[in-house]
């Protein structure tokens, strides 16, 4: 599993593509159901995947730690969210969290994990 995580618009998809070449299967979170993840060989906007899964009162942690199995050989890309900014919304307030919960958990398990910012990338892990 390789988690790249980043700005949006900073280059994680050229940088994951520079690395593996194209994907044959993409699963993009912001437009595709969450359980689409498995077998995916890349998997974008993991952000949009827990808005989704938040949205339908699931418990996000639970949902990606019983597919984890499903990403061993994956890559995994996510947008960072907040900057510091804690919302009034409770519910994005939550989904902030979430998000961040989130990564942490992939960033235990994944065997490398990248940064990208201006589409140069730095290694964090493996």
């Given amino acids: 599993m390789h988690l790249i995580l980043g700005g949006r618009y900073m280059g994680k998809l050229a940088w994951a593509e520079s690395l593996y070449g194209p ?16 077998g995916a060989m890349a998997v974008l906007n993991l952000q949009a995947g827990v808005r989704t ?7 996000v ?5 019983t597919r984890l199995s499903s990403l061993r050989d994956s890559v995994l890309i996510g947008d960072e969210v907040g900057e510091g900014i ?6 994005e ?6 998000v961040g919960l989130l990564y942490q958990m992939l960033a ?19």
């Fill in 23 to 38: 994907f044959r299967t993409i699963c993009d979170l912001a437009c595709e159901a969450p359980e689409g993840i498995e």
């Fill in 53 to 59: 899964l938040l949205s339908r009162d699931e418990d």
């Fill in 61 to 65: 942690q639970k949902f990606f730690d």
């Fill in 86 to 91: 804690v919302p009034l919304d409770t519910f």
């Fill in 93 to 98: 307030r939550r989904w902030r969290d979430e």
């Fill in 108 to 126: 235990r398990e994944a065997d490398m994990v990248d940064r990208v910012w201006a589409g140069l990338a730095i290694r964090l892990k493996g």
